[in-house]
C-alpha cells in the first residue's frame, strides 16, 4: 500500500528504491548507518533489504535517540539490547547457538 505512512517490509509495496535496496544488500560492512531527509523511505529500505538478505540482522531506529542531549554507551547498548531481544523468526537463535561448542 503506497500511501500507508509506516515503513514497509516488502519489496512490493516500496515504491522507487529498488537501486537503494540493492546498494544495502551489497554492503559487507558490520555497522552501517543511513543518513537522509526526514520521510524519504530510509527505514523502508532498510527493512526491505533486511528481509531479503540470508543472514540475522539487527536494526536499531535511532530517532528515538534524538531528545538526549547527547549519546551515551547506556543508550546505544539498552538499544542493541532490545533489538536483539526481539523475535527473530528466520532466524531461530537455538539453531546458530548449538554450532558453538560447550553449549547444551
Known sequence: MYFDP???T???DLF???VEV???KALRAPITLVLGLRRSGKSSVILVA???LP???VYIYA???EAEPYLAFKHVSEALGEALAQPMRRFPIKEYLKHI???P
Open 63 to 65: 530517532r528515538k535517540f
Open 6 to 8: 509506516r515503513p514497509k
Open 50 to 52: 533486511a528481509s531479503e
Open 16 to 18: 522507487d528504491g529498488e
Open 10 to 12: 516488502s519489496r512490493a
Open 55 to 57: 543472514h540475522p540482522v
Open 22 to 24: 540493492e546498494a544495502v
Open 101 to 103: 561448542r560447550g553449549f
